[in-house]
């Protein structure tokens, strides 16, 4: 990674002498580039006799042993689809396209008779849901990307009770016939308040590590120059900030509140699994796999 393209041209080629020192070679044709910053915008070019739009993105011209590398808007990494403009739209598609394909393949046992619920719902617990959630902790949920998630689920569910979305069942009746419930302690709670748990999880472990670390060093930076215009993006803290206030109704202290206790593990496990701050000490307990 490089700032500018000329420094990221100069990265290229010490890895290349590198590797040709070690008599390792690097392919070209799988090697990327990918610039990331705001989204293209069209303008007018007025020195054109028809006036068409023009994009507006940056060019990034770097070579390997005399060969272009090629300029995507999208790559995958460890799994995840990271797009050149910080959208998260891809990956939630990517998810949810990956997540049926898992359905499809477990069609015949969803739909069996012979299948009890138990078996179904385990399958949903070891197989669907950790890949609708890959990696959802470091993400910036909005509206649409958890009803696009919970839909997958719910297609899931209501096969396994051999019912579809034309018997007018609630999502709710869903869950309470498969055993479980939207928030429900443990594992047996539904996708989207499964991605909350995971996201407030990896908040106090971010505030518990320490400041050296690299990852707290991205936590803890920020980004220097103009803003957007129109209504500001909603970031990855204002989400915790949300799912903080679900939890913590009575409001004791908001976020800063909340800072100071992640670093009691056990109090902030419970406060995880959906109970306020404070109610371990009203007898509260929770199991949670």
């Not at 808007?73 to 598609?93: A, Q």
């Not at 299948?115 to 959802?136: C, D, F, H, Q, W």
């Not at 309470?176 to 539904?190: D, L």
């Not at 202290?253 to 000490?281: A, I, K, S």
């Amino acid at each position: 990674m490089a700032e500018s393209e000329r420094e990221l041209q100069r990265v290229v080629d010490e890895f290349h002498s590198v590797s040709k020192r070690r008599k390792l070679k690097v392919n070209v044709s799988k090697s990327k580039v990918m610039v990331f910053e705001r989204s293209e915008t069209e303008v007018i070019d007025f020195a054109t006799p028809y006036r068409v739009g023009v994009p507006t993105g940056t060019k990034c011209e770097i070579t390997l042993r005399g060969e272009r590398m090629e300029e995507v808007k999208e790559f995958k990494y460890l799994g995840t689809v990271m797009c050149k403009h910080g959208s998260m739209e891809r990956e939630i598609r990517e998810r949810a396209m990956r997540g049926r394909q898992v359905i499809g393949s477990l069609g015949r046992i969803m739909k069996g008779r012979s299948v009890s619920m138990e078996v179904k719902r385990g399958l949903r617990n070891s197989i669907i849901l950790p890949t609708l959630t890959y990696a959802s902790e470091t993400r910036t949920w909005s509206r649409a990307h958890q009803y696009r998630i919970g839909a997958v689920e719910m297609s899931y569910l209501r096969g396994a009770c051999r019912h579809t979305r034309g018997d007018g069942e609630s999502n709710e009746s869903v869950y309470e016939r498969c055993g479980m419930s939207e928030k429900a302690i443990g594992i047996e709670c539904g996708v989207v308040e499964r991605v909350k748990r995971n996201t407030l999880r990896w908040f106090g472990h971010v505030k518990r590590i320490q400041s050296e670390e690299f990852v707290k060093k991205v936590y803890g930076s920020e980004v220097v120059g103009p803003g957007v215009r129109g209504r500001p993006p909603v970031r990855w803290q204002n989400r915790v900030k949300e799912y903080v206030k679900e939890r913590n109704m009575r409001g004791r202290g908001g976020l800063d509140q909340v800072r100071r206790e992640c670093w009691n593990r056990e109090n902030w496990r419970h406060f995880c699994r959906g109970h306020p701050l404070g109610g371990r000490e009203r007898g509260v307990r929770a199991i949670d796999r």
